[in-house]
């Protein structure tokens, strides 16, 4: 299994500008999550997904949109980039919040620059 | 909202010596998690805490459920520099599927 995968891997973009991260698992997880992580400010959560066809706010949506349209994937979509975002997004996913199954497990990370 | 406290920001130790972090809160959690997170690379699932009171050891780590549920505690024994990294102490409160991730703490092993 490859786990959580993300593409790309960096990318440059300049202000205004729009692009779309792509998150895949092979766990058969329902839960997906998309996160940020600047210096000093840990991980914070975008958006997340509690099953296909559904999507959730987070702690820090604005200037981002999602989606999920299979189950395996997860999609993260800037439409006008700003320099504010900046960062290390993380794709996480996990099974499902019943039981003991909360564990989330992370992507690789995806490193954009806005100039 | 929650909030998860890890402190200090950064830790230097010894090759050889142990070293305990700890996490807290002042809102209970359901569930702990600790992440260990490589530079470049995402954050790495240790341990898993769902009990109060619950200790669970993976190899040299050991961590603990606090018994009021706002705090755990992770310890590592005999450090080794691979042992480097960014650690992160997690939290689950209710039926919410979200995380409450603290801000980490940045670990260096000196050889």
């Known amino acids: 299994n490859a786990g959580v995968t993300q593409t790309p891997k960096f990318r440059v973009l300049k202000t205004g500008q729009s692009m779309t991260l792509l998150c895949a698992q092979d766990m058969n997880h329902e839960y997906m999550y998309w996160y940020r992580q600047d210096p000093g400010m840990g991980l914070r959560l975008i958006h997340y997904s509690v099953g296909e066809g559904t999507t959730a706010k987070g702690e820090v949506p604005d200037g981002y949109n999602v989606s999920r349209l299979k189950k395996q994937n997860f999609l993260l979509g800037l439409e006008s980039a700003a320099p504010s975002q900046t960062s290390v997004y993380f794709c996480a996913s996990s099974y499902s919040p019943q039981g003991r199954n909360y564990e989330q497990y992370f992507g690789p990370g995806t490193r954009l620059t806005v100039t | 909202g929650q909030q998860l406290n890890q402190s200090p920001q950064s830790m230097f130790i010894q090759e050889g010596e142990d070293v305990s972090m700890n996490c807290t809160s002042s809102?209970?959690?359901?569930?702990w998690l600790w992440y260990k997170q490589d530079p470049g690379e995402g954050p790495v699932l240790l341990i898993a805490l769902y009990k109060a009171g619950e200790l669970t050891s993976n190899g040299r780590l050991t961590a603990q459920f606090g018994i009021t549920r706002k705090d755990s505690f992770l310890n590592i024994s005999a450090s080794i520099p691979s042992d480097v990294g960014i650690y992160f102490c997690a939290g689950l409160s209710g039926a919410n599927s979200k995380l409450t991730f603290g801000k980490g703490i940045t670990l260096s092993v000196r050889p």
């Open positions: 809102s209970i959690f359901n569930t």
